[in-house]
């Protein structure tokens, strides 16, 4: 409630004095363990690696947004934006992750099971909420640099090692 009311200060001051705001609803990007761990199956770094396909970024893509978000806002004006790693998922996926995420992460990325289990790892069961980062692309031409996939990637370097 908090956040919204000082979002809606925010609509008010650049309707009222012209001053360019833009509001970045930022995914997660901190680097300490989640507050909810202990409710957790999956060990931290699992956790934040499953959390690149729906509501996690890395701390330099959070800072790259920002600086964007300084340079197009005189243009822009006011407007808010979702950041976030570009998520796989559409709506239609929607009901299959709450009941069965690991056989729509599979879909894909059929090679994520293989490269997990060599880690030890596993998918969350169910997701129940996905952050689109579309309209920062669209509107800033912001995407993260580093998703789901670029893990994966480093996961599969690794194993190359």
């Known amino acids: 409630m908090t956040k919204l009311s000082a979002e809606h200060l925010c609509r008010l001051y650049n309707l009222q004095f012209g001053l360019p705001v833009i509001i970045l609803r930022t995914a997660r990007f901190f680097p300490e363990e ?10 931290d770094e699992n956790t934040k690696a499953n959390e690149f396909l729906f509501r996690r970024l890395t701390v330099e893509d959070a800072a790259e947004a920002h600086a964007i978000a300084l340079e197009k806002a005189p243009e822009v004006g006011f407007d808010t934006f979702m950041v976030s790693a570009p998520t796989p998922f559409s709506a239609a996926d929607c009901d299959e992750l709450i009941v069965d995420a690991p056989r729509v992460v599979a879909r894909y990325f059929p090679d994520y099971p293989r490269l997990y289990a060599r880690k030890g790892w596993s998918m969350f069961r169910s997701i129940d909420r ?3 980062p579309a309209r920062i692309s669209e509107r800033l031409g912001f995407v993260c640099r580093t998703g ?11 194993e190359a090692r």
């Open 148 to 158: 789901f996939a670029e893990v994966l990637a480093e996961l599969a370097a690794e």
């Open 34 to 43: 989640d507050d909810m761990a202990h409710s957790i199956e999956q060990s």
């Open 130 to 132: 996905v952050y689109d």
